[in-house]
């Protein structure tokens, strides 16, 4: 989001991606915990050899969950893994650090033991009787926030998906025309579209994933003008599909027109539907996130793509408890004058200031010695 969009009251509603304050705080208390237990003053062979017990427990438990995940997948192997088993057992088992940790604490477990080695089958016994405990309780299962997180960075949600989805199939069709498509509506209208800061696609995006499919209907303030000329393709079988946009114009306050294109994001009625259907299972509450998300990636996506650039809006909203009659045309028009608002902003910086324009100017009526006039006479020299 940028930095100008910060100050309308929707900009707190999209989330941002997390960052690495959770790896933070573990090196914070793992240094708590060190200094905790070296002021504690304990032996250091038996604190070496209670934490490897530790240490090791946590690898017996990984290991364990491995074999009861295995149980399972071995009746998979042909659909899943193509009939391997060592796939399988790959996908069970995270050998990379989990298996040389478990073998190097027990390794030093039994270096530290100082002859009591019959108590090592007793400690492994409870810690294996623990970690069964504990997945037959559900305990190991990961939180909501950590469920969150990892769909997030393995790009796995349903938000990514769609995101991507109307990026590819449409976004990445029609936005870098629409420049063009509005510089030739302009020429056949000259008395319209007078503010070329706003030629760009205003995608609405309702994080209640309501779409409407009127906007006349929806707020009184809008007026349906005409439709832009048409992009037209081949694709996916479809012959001469048909892409086209729809403009505008949004009254204010004093009835003065305000023209733009205007659309809602399509997807979202997806996501919609997948929130009434029982087949989905999907809350409200997971349909407000996976909307934020769609519009975080959507965002970012764009961002990225040098041939959208300059040439879309987005626009997030939260609609109200109460009914708002005039909900889309507020919005649309925070951002539009906003858009006018940066482009000015940007036009102010970088035209150079009173001062260093007489800088500019005192500099160039410097004339240097050798220019000056010389005399005629040539005794002179």
């Not at 048409?230 to 694709?235: D, G, N, P, V």
């Amino acid at each position: 989001m940028s930095r100008a969009q910060l100050s309308h009251p929707s900009a707190t509603l999209i989330p941002e991606a997390r960052g690495r304050r959770a790896q933070v705080a573990v090196a914070l208390l793992l240094a708590l915990c060190g200094a905790a237990l070296w002021l504690a003053g304990q032996p250091l062979v038996p604190t070496v050899r209670s934490l490897t017990l530790h240490v090791g427990a946590l690898q017996i438990g990984a290991l364990l969950r491995g074999l009861c995940c295995l149980a399972e997948e071995v009746f998979h192997l042909q659909s899943r893994y193509q009939g391997s088993f060592w796939r399988a057992l790959g996908a069970c088992f995270p050998w990379r650090w989990h298996g040389p940790t478990l073998l190097i604490c027990a390794m030093a477990y039994v270096a530290l033991l100082d002859g009591e080695k019959q108590l090592l089958s007793l400690h492994l016994g409870l810690a294996s009787l623990c970690q069964l405990l504990s997945l037959a309780l559900g305990l190991h299962k990961p939180s909501a926030v950590e469920m969150s997180e990892l769909a997030e960075r393995s790009k796995q949600n349903v938000a990514h998906g769609l995101a991507w989805s109307y990026y590819v199939g449409y976004l990445k069709i029609v936005l870098p025309r629409m420049k063009e498509i509005m510089e030739e509506f302009r020429r056949a209208n000259p008395t319209m579209l007078l503010r070329r800061e706003t030629w760009k696609l205003h995608i609405l995006v309702p994080l209640s994933c309501d779409i409407i499919d009127d906007l006349e209907k929806a707020d009184s303030n809008i007026q349906y003008l005409t439709d832009l000329s048409e992009t037209i393709l081949t694709k996916a079988g479809i012959k001469n599909r048909v892409y086209k946009h729809s403009l505008y114009a949004i009254k204010d306050e004093d009835s003065k027109p305000w023209h733009c294109v205007v659309e809602f994001a399509a997807p979202l009625q997806s996501l919609y539907a997948m929130s009434q259907d029982d087949c989905a299972a999907f809350s409200r509450e997971e349909r407000l996130e996976q909307a934020k998300l769609f519009y975080r990636t959507l965002e970012e996506i764009l961002r990225g793509s040098k041939e959208c650039r300059g040439t879309y809006r987005l626009i997030a909203y939260q609609e109200p408890g109460e009914a708002e009659p005039h909900l889309l045309s507020r919005e649309l028009l925070w951002h539009l004058r906003q858009q006018c608002q940066e482009e000015y902003s940007l036009w102010e910086s970088r035209a150079p200031s009173p001062a260093a324009s007489l800088a500019s100017t005192e500099l160039n009526l410097q004339i240097s010695q050798e220019d000056l006039p010389l005399p005629l006479r040539s005794d002179c020299f």
